[in-house]
């Protein structure tokens, strides 16, 4: 090594033992600016993912409420509540099952009449 004089690629005016520590240093630097941009990269994925999984959660947010207000117009229709009343998620599940309930019974009153008939 000795007798060969070494200059960095980028700064001629950097020479012998500083080289190889200004190369080190440089080499550092891509690794830093790739990891950067690596980063950069996930972070603009993350935000995508998060904006998709926020405007999941309004349509189902919407489609819960449509469910419950349709829910809620049958059970008014089967006049098991008055008009207009406001109902929670566990109390159209409780309703739910009163209109299940209230269904088969008119099946079964129907089932009752035919074999009358016949």
Not at 90 to 106: C, G, N, T, V, Y
Request: with cysteine; charged share 20%; glycine share 6%.
């Amino acid at each position: 090594m000795s007798g060969v004089n070494r200059y960095h690629p980028y700064h001629p005016h950097i020479a012998g033992r500083d080289v190889i520590l200004a190369c080190d240093y440089d080499a550092q630097t891509v690794l830093l600016e790739n990891a950067k941009s690596h980063c950069d990269q996930w972070m603009s994925l993350h935000d995508k993912m998060e904006a998709e999984r926020n405007a999941i959660q309004v349509e189902l947010a919407h489609h819960a409420q449509l469910l419950g207000q349709a829910l809620g117009e049958c059970i008014f229709a089967a006049k098991i509540i008055r008009p207009n009343v406001s109902l929670t998620g566990p109390e159209l599940l409780m309703f739910a099952q009163d209109l299940k309930i209230h269904l088969e019974s008119i099946q079964q009153e129907h089932i009752d009449e035919q074999s009358e008939l016949g």
